[in-house]
């Protein structure tokens, strides 16, 4: 049976503003001429006229963090322990121990473009948007939320645009068996600029990354900075996103993407 792919992962890249700049990535670039030096280090006795046009390998120095990039959070990046609410608490699992089964299994897309930037989701609304599009959540869906972040990126307001997951949204999320979601925005919360202004008009601390901290409750993983959410239906592909295996992490890069079976 044929397939098709879609990339649902944005570009690590030096001259795009998808993170606040003392978070961005920093990529150095070595051309085929740059690392004539180190491979007569590696093979010695030769010089660079042995090389085949004088070229050795084409190479990149990285600097990032492991949120840099589409990634996926592991439960240990929200809280030191998960699953409350399922009994004792446990000590949250990091990226490495995240079962493989979460990461490739079927997809679901709520569409949120339409709320304005900063808008907390609520449980009713992630209901009534299911009911829209006729979907009842299974155990191990992969829910992505597509916000108006998406059409932002590359843009100097990305970092601040979107809606962002509260807390009831989120565990109405994890509470029906979900454990895996997924954003186009840069957090899974809403953006910070307008979570602190609620938080010095109320003086309710509670709003504190209130969606990522339901992982306290029940643990689940979920990926920031997906792209090209606009391109999936609501339902009926499947998604991949196995993350890097960076042992005790609290995050992995991922190249998330969907899958159709046509």
Known sequence: MPRRFVDLSIYLENDVLSDPPMLAPKIEYQTHKDTIGEFMHMLPGTKASDFPDGEAAAAEWVRLTTHSGTHLDA??????????????PERSITIDEVPLEWCFQNGV?????????????????????????GHVLQPLDIVVV???AGSRYGSNDYVNAGCGMGYEAT?????????????????????????????????DTSLIWEGHKAGRDIGYCHLEKMHNLEA???????????????????????????IFEE
Request: proline residues 6%; aromatic residues 10%.
């Open 146 to 148: 597509n916000t108006r």
């Open 232 to 258: 999936l239906p609501p339902n009926g592909f499947t998604i991949s996103c196995f993350p890097h295996k960076i042992r005790g992490a609290s995050a992995g890069w991922t190249r998330a993407v969907a």
């Open 171 to 203: 565990m109405y999320l994890l509470e029906r068996g979900v454990r895996l979601t997924g954003t186009d925005a840069w957090s899974w919360d809403a953006p910070f600029s307008h979570t602190a202004r609620r938080i010095q008009e109320s003086g």
């Open 75 to 88: 439960p240990y990046h929200f809280h030191s322990t998960m699953n409350r609410k399922l009994g004792e």
């Open 109 to 133: 897309k709520l569409d949120f473009r339409h709320l304005p930037d900063g808008h907390v989701v609520g449980a009713a609304e992630v209901e009534a948007e299911l009911a829209r599009i």
